[in-house]
């Protein structure tokens, strides 16, 4: 699992600086559903909650989390967001992927 050097918070998430702090860490802050590039997957983006990080068994090595949000419905709002900024900059999502590979 890793971090997109361009990590998103969700304006909804109350701390800001807390999740900050946990993410120097390498901890990832609880109770928050987290969009990511998952590198197996040909979705252009994942949705996970940040419990199911904690289960042992799980494989993150091909995640890359782009962005960290409150909820569900924050999430799922902040997913078309990014895809509807990348389309409006660049035509088509092509090299979406790419662009948080970076």
Sequence with gaps: ???SKNL???EK???HMGILEDLKQNALPKYCFLLCINNASSNLMDIYF????LKSGVNVDDLLIIAICKDKNDAKDKCAEILRDFIVKNKSLDGFKDKFRL
Excluded at 50 to 53: C, I, R
């Design 1 to 3: 699992m890793f971090f």
């Design 8 to 10: 998103l918070l969700s």
């Design 13 to 15: 998430l109350d701390n």
């Design 50 to 53: 940040s419990g199911e990080f």
